[in-house]
């Protein structure tokens, strides 16, 4: 199986800064891509960033130029740089892996989530 740890979530005011970390561990032959999501209160789940192995970078329009998503592929570690951070930006923030476990399985694997709350 493959694990999905995040840190760095917090309270921060508005137009601070937070760095979020995310590690995937466990039985991965591969891994194809990792991203983040998030889940405001009383909101869907949504695309925040996303990197895919071969560099691929997709990013939410809302966070477009004030958050950075980085990858240390040594380490199966992704970041979340986010500056000039906004009130709407409060939500829990999921990591996610898509990895193989063999050259057969394919699977998608998440975090607990990681709660970032922005202060007015």
């Known amino acids: 199986q493959v694990q999905v740890v995040e840190s760095g979530g917090g309270l921060v005011q508005a137009g601070g800064s937070l760095r979020l970390s995310c590690a995937a561990s466990?039985?991965?032959?591969?891994?194809?891509?990792m991203g983040w999501y998030r889940q405001p209160p009383g909101k869907q789940l949504e695309l925040v960033a996303r990197i895919t192995s071969g560099g691929t970078i997709n990013y939410a329009d809302s966070v477009k130029g004030r958050f950075t998503i980085s990858e240390d592929n040594a380490k199966n570690t992704v970041y979340l740089q986010m500056n000039s951070l906004k009130p709407e930006d409060t939500a829990v923030y999921y990591c996610t892996a898509n990895a193989n476990t063999s050259w057969l399985s394919r699977g998608d694997y998440w975090g607990q989530g990681t709660q970032v709350t922005v202060s007015s």
């Open positions: 466990g039985s991965i032959f591969s891994i194809n891509a």
